[in-house]
C-alpha cells in the first residue's frame, strides 16, 4: 500500500465519522440558516443592495458562514478528540508524508462544506426571490477555495489546541468576530470609517465576495482581488499546517 493509498484511507475515515454525525452535520447549520432568513425576510421585506434583493445578498453570506464554520469545525474536533482517546498515535506510526496527513483532514472537512452547502440549498433556495447562479465557475472555485482554506486552518488549530475548551474560545473569539466583520449580513462599503477598511483587511471578506459574485453577480470588490488573496492565503496555509504536522508527529 503506497502512500497515496493511505492519505485517501485516512480521508475515507474522516468523511464516515462524519456521517454518523448527520444530525450535527446537517441539520443544525440549515435550522440556523432558515431563522436567519425567516428574520432578514421579516426586517428587510423589499430592501435592495445595489440592485440586489436583500435577502439574496443575506442568503449567499450564509452559505458562506455554513462552509466556514463546517470545514473548520470537522478537523478541530476529530484531532483534539483523538489526542484526548489516545488514537492521534495511530496517525504519528503511519508510513506516510505529513503534507499527505494534513490534506487528507483538509479535504474531509472541505467534503463536509460542500456537502452542507449542498443540502442546504436544496432545502432552501426554492424560497429565496431574487437568486441565480449567474457565475457557476467562480461560485465552484469559490466554495472549493473556501472549503480547503478553513480545512486547513482547522488542521492547524486542531493540532494545536489540547481540549474542547479551547476551541469554543477560538470559536468565539476569532471566528465569529471574523464573520461578524465579514460582510454576511450587510455591504462592507455601508461601514463607517475605519471598520470598512477594517473589514477588507478580514480574509473571511474575500470568500464572502467572491461567493456573492458567483452566485448573484454582486462584489463590493473586485472578484480578482479576493480570488488571489484568497489564493495567497490557502498556499501559506499549506506550508504552515505542513510545518504544524511535522512538529505534531515528533512528540
Not at 14 to 31: C, G, N, Y
Not at 40 to 56: D, L, Q, S
Not at 73 to 90: C, M, R, Y
Not at 214 to 229: D, F, R
Request: charged content about 10%; some cysteine; hydrophobic content about 60%.
Amino acid at each position: 500500500m503506497n502512500t497515496t493509498t493511505y492519505m485517501w484511507a485516512l480521508y475515507a475515515r474522516e468523511v464516515k465519522r462524519f456521517q454518523k454525525l448527520w444530525f450535527d452535520t446537517v441539520a443544525t447549520p440549515i435550522m440556523s440558516t432558515v431563522l436567519y432568513l425567516a428574520i432578514f425576510g421579516v426586517v428587510a421585506a423589499g430592501r435592495a443592495v445595489a440592485g440586489t434583493n436583500y435577502t439574496a445578498f443575506v442568503y449567499v453570506g450564509l452559505l458562506g458562514m455554513m462552509i466556514i464554520n463546517s470545514s473548520f469545525a470537522n478537523p478541530i474536533f476529530a484531532l483534539i478528540l483523538s489526542k484526548n482517546v489516545g488514537t492521534i498515535i495511530d496517525i504519528q506510526l503511519a508510513p506516510i508524508a505529513p503534507w499527505r496527513i494534513a490534506i487528507a483532514y483538509a479535504l474531509a472537512a472541505l467534503t463536509r462544506g460542500i456537502f452542507t452547502v449542498i443540502i442546504a440549498v436544496l432545502v432552501t433556495i426554492w424560497f429565496i426571490p431574487g437568486i441565480a447562479l449567474l457565475h457557476p465557475l467562480s461560485f465552484l472555485v469559490a466554495l472549493v477555495l473556501t472549503g480547503m482554506e478553513f480545512g486547513m486552518l482547522g488542521v492547524i488549530f486542531g493540532l494545536i489546541m489540547k481540549n474542547f475548551e479551547t476551541m469554543t474560545l477560538v470559536m468565539t473569539f476569532i471566528i465569529q468576530p471574523m464573520i461578524m466583520l465579514g460582510g454576511i449580513f450587510y455591504p462592507v462599503s455601508s461601514l463607517p470609517y475605519p471598520w470598512a477598511l477594517v473589514s477588507e483587511f478580514n480574509p473571511l471578506y474575500h470568500n464572502i465576495n467572491l461567493l456573492r459574485y458567483g452566485m448573484i453577480g454582486y462584489s463590493g470588490l473586485y472578484p480578482a482581488i479576493s480570488l488571489g488573496i484568497i489564493l495567497f492565503l490557502c498556499i501559506i496555509l499549506f506550508f504552515v499546517m505542513n510545518r504544524v504536522v511535522m512538529k505534531s508527529l515528533k512528540q
